[in-house]
């Protein structure tokens, strides 16, 4: 069984649709995803976007995923994807440092065979969402694990894209006092925020090739999910809508999956049904 399809699917998720209704494909795999906007603008809709439309690689071995989930409640909605998962902060920051464990184990496997990560079932891709980035960067009140989260994102963002780590981080201040590392994400995408962040976002110009964040409609007035996207082909940022991912929806995607129990940042194997 090749999994063409499937594979073909990380490079090319659908995501949402253009001003145009022409849907935006984004790549996931050798990538790095930064969302910024305000809080209830729809950040979660791209997040849940993003996992589900990973559904069918999921299912056949491709991806892997980790959940960070300082809030408690954005990704916990889908608890049986993530086959790591951590909600408070000595838990995150031991699963982020499991992450990097398994890039460097993974980086050491492929030196000096290939340069290049291909996803597979005994390799897949691993996916790390991190909920809100900016409390693990500034807001952790532990200032030694803000300081070991701080250095294992760093690590993944910097060595992640070649031997398949792809991190997804989602944030409401995107100043470099809260996500100092904002520059090392390849895909950006900007919803609803006022003009100066704009351009830290999606980089110097920004604002003045079109993408005028502070103009996208309010959430109850039709604005969730809108943002400005900017990826390493395009030359100016694209509107795109992402879609309303209710609890029911997300509940009704993962229903159909195999239970995966995962307690803190540890993983639960015994008696896992096969995928």
């Not at 995803?33 to 809080?39: H, L």
């Not at 954005?74 to 951590?86: D, F, I, K, N, P």
């Not at 969402?129 to 960067?137: K, P, Q, R």
């Amino acid at each position: 069984m090749g999994y063409e399809r499937e594979l073909a699917l990380l490079k090319a998720v659908p995501m949402g649709r253009g001003l145009d209704g022409t849907v935006w494909h984004m790549p996931i795999v050798w990538q790095h995803v930064f969302i910024a906007a305000a809080t209830g603008s729809g950040k979660g809709s791209w997040l849940w976007t993003l996992v589900l439309g990973l559904v069918p690689a999921w299912r056949a071995g491709l991806v892997e995923f980790w959940g960070c989930d300082p809030k408690m409640i954005e990704l916990a909605m889908g608890r049986e994807v993530w086959e790591h998962y951590a909600d408070n902060d000595e838990d995150s920051v031991t699963m982020l440092e499991q992450c990097v464990d398994a890039m460097h184990e993974r980086t050491r496997h492929m030196q000096g065979i290939s340069r290049k990560f291909t996803p597979s079932v005994s390799q897949p891709l691993n996916v790390l969402v991190i909920d809100e980035m900016g409390y693990l960067a500034a807001y952790m009140p532990d200032k030694r694990l803000r300081e070991r989260a701080d250095k294992a994102v760093r690590a993944l963002l910097a060595k992640g894209r070649a031997p398949g780590f792809a991190v997804v981080g989602a944030v409401q201040d995107p100043r470099k006092e809260t996500c100092g590392y904002r520059d090392q994400f390849s895909i950006r995408i900007a919803g609803l925020m006022t003009a100066p962040m704009v351009d830290l976002v999606l980089g110097e110009g920004a604002y003045e090739a079109g993408a005028l964040c502070d103009r996208i409609p309010l959430p109850h007035a039709g604005g969730a999910g809108v943002a400005y996207v900017l990826d390493e082909v395009s030359m100016k940022p694209r509107m795109v809508r992402a879609p309303w991912c209710s609890d029911e929806v997300i509940q009704r995607v993962l229903a159909r999956m195999p239970v995966k129990a995962v307690v803190g940042a540890q993983d639960v194997k015994d008696e896992q049904p096969a995928r």
